[in-house]
């Protein structure tokens, strides 16, 4: 299943091992090998999409699952009261460097903005 070539689809299919604490039939959610924050979380679709600009009328309906899921991590990890950022990067300028469609969960330090 999925794309072989993908790093992501190789961790949905457990080619590659990672820390998991979330899943569905249709959703991945596991904690980033280089956190950048207390709290940092990739959720998923298990559906190999490379980029959030691919999302057309059929699958956007992915990305509110996704947030949803995010949000129940969030109170999970406690952070949803002083708050947490979600992030999808898309493309090189945005510094996306997993071609598998993808949404941070960071939380846990207070944030600055603008992002860098
Ligand atoms: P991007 O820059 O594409 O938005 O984010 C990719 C994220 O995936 C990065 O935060 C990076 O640390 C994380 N990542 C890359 N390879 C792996 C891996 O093998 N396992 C896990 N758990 N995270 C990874
Ligand atoms: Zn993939």
Redesign the pocket.
């Known amino acids: 299943m999925g794309n072989k070539d993908c790093?992501f689809c190789k961790?949905i299919n457990k080619e590659?091992k990672?820390?998991i604490v979330y899943e569905d039939k249709d959703i991945l959610a596991?904690?980033?090998?280089?956190p950048?924050a207390p709290v940092?979380i990739?959720i998923i679709p298990k559906q190999h999409i490379e980029k959030i600009s691919d999302l057309d009328e059929q699958k956007k309906d992915i990305v509110s699952n996704l947030i949803l899921i995010a949000n129940n991590l969030a109170r999970d990890n406690k952070i949803d009261k002083q708050g947490y950022r979600l992030?999808f990067?898309c493309g090189p300028d945005a510094?996306?460097?997993?071609f598998h469609i993808?949404l941070?969960l960071l939380g846990g330090r207070k944030m600055a903005w603008p992002p860098g």
């Open positions: 790093l961790i590659i990672s820390s596991f904690k980033d090998i280089h950048q940092h990739l992030v990067n510094g996306q460097l997993v993808h941070h």
